[in-house]
């Protein structure tokens, strides 16, 4: 049984969800003098698949206070590999090709990395109530918006805030509740996915790599942790995953199989988690924002995670977004303007990873990825991309341009036929 709230909370800003996003927005809100709460429906640490960060995130990590902490739970990522499924060789793009000043990411396991991000916002002064689901969100013109809450023990609670950041990920609170997100027809993709221990990783500075392998349907991840566990998943169209007959785990390690590369570095590999699955992968809202709303992260749109972006995205929307917040509650009759640019700016980097994200399971993209020329610095240019510089202007106007003159060419020669 419920019980009834009591009389109601205020705070200036209130934030659906503990993730990364969530975590970065309220910590930096906090520092610029808000009353902040943030809600998450979780009690941390909890287990979460996304564990491959960018070189890009490395600047916010400073900013938060975070680098060093991060550092000392993570495993040295220099980059990523693509092999094809029958190949005992892969393709090595290295961060320090597109940029020697960030020649380096991080892996992490999810729970400790959120866990960590959660912690530093609480320090820094948000107001953290785990284990708390929202149940409603009620907005009404020239009042201040009402959040309505449950905990884990059954215990109701109403907040009223004069703005709400909706940093619930993949839940996609608001846009689920308002009706606004929209399935991603062009990239209709499903995900399966755990943790593996014994998995066989590439020698020296490459063993901390994120390794992509292509395959019949679709494409696999391995990334290596500092427990000594392995992420391992597979992304594949919603119709390879309905002709699932077997339990989860049966049915990645038989898709596995699939797969001689990656079988190959799995031949001794054992599971060690439960085996997840995620289907209608890929879609977006409407719009980001309303009067005293704001989605950042995958609570606003999730196109793959085949670059690792998930967590770029999410922290560097929360970035941008939290000084968008801040103004529209100093000025508040330039909400819509700060609100607007915002969106367009986060839009225009979706639109950037997108075309590559749509287009990755065609030869043509296989054939560019595994080829070694490289005109016009096009390498560096998508490496560059690749490592989530997607937001500023391109210091090489002709790389990516050229980039996909050579796809849509190769493409008309290999008839757009998927990946054999």
């Known amino acids: 049984m419920t019980a009834r709230p009591s009389t109601p909370e205020r705070c200036d800003i209130l934030v659906i969800g503990g993730g990364p996003g969530g975590s970065t927005i309220s910590a930096l809100l906090s520092e610029m003098g808000w009353n902040v709460v943030l809600i998450d429906k979780d009690r941390h640490p909890r287990f979460h698949i996304g564990e491959s960060l960018l070189p890009r995130n490395l600047p916010i990590f400073a900013k938060l206070g975070v680098l060093d902490q991060v550092a000392r739970m993570a495993v040295v990522k220099h980059g990523a590999d693509i092999a094809l499924a029958s190949s005992r060789t892969y393709r ?112 020296g500075d490459d063993a901390g790599n994120t390794s992509v392998i292509w395959f019949n349907h679709g494409w696999f991840w391995t990334i290596p942790l500092a427990d000594g566990n392995d992420s391992v998943g597979v992304v594949c169209s919603a119709d390879y995953l309905r002709t699932r007959k077997v339990p989860l785990d049966r049915f990645l390690t038989d898709t596995i199989a699939k797969c001689p590369h990656l079988a190959r570095r799995m031949k001794d590999a054992t599971l060690a988690s439960d085996v997840f699955a995620a289907g209608n992968y890929s879609y977006k809202a409407s719009t980001m924002y309303g009067d005293q709303f704001l989605l950042i992260g995958d609570a606003y749109a999730f196109i793959d995670p085949i670059f690792s972006t998930g967590v770029y995205l999410a922290m560097e929307s929360a970035i941008r977004g939290a000084d968008v917040v801040d103004a529209c509650l100093r000025h508040p009759s330039d909400r819509i303007d700060h609100l607007a640019l915002h969106a367009r700016t986060m839009e225009r980097g979706l639109q950037r990873l997108a075309w590559f994200i749509y287009r990755f399971n065609h030869c043509a993209m296989q054939d560019l990825f595994m080829s070694s020329a490289n005109p016009f610095n096009m390498r560096r240019a998508v490496i560059s991309l690749l490592a989530g510089d997607v937001f500023r202007e391109r210091p090489n106007l002709f790389a990516v341009p050229a980039f996909k003159i050579a796809y849509y060419g190769l493409n008309l020669i290999r008839r757009n036929r998927l990946v054999p």
Request: charged share 30%; proline share 3%.
């Open 92 to 203: 090595k793009f290295t961060f320090a090709e597109a940029d020697p000043a960030q020649p380096n990411a991080f892996q992490v396991k999810r729970a400790d990395f959120d866990a960590l991000l959660l912690r530093n916002s609480a320090a820094k002064g948000t107001r953290v109530l785990q284990g708390t689901r929202v149940t409603g969100v009620t907005f009404n013109a020239g009042e201040k918006v009402r959040v309505d809450a449950v905990d884990d023990k059954g215990q109701a609670s109403t907040w009223q805030a004069n703005f709400v950041v909706d940093a619930s990920g993949r839940e996609a609170f608001l846009a689920n509740r308002m009706k606004l997100k929209e399935r991603d027809p062009r990239h209709n993709s499903a995900a399966v996915f755990g943790h593996f221990r014994g998995v066989r990783r590439h020698d």
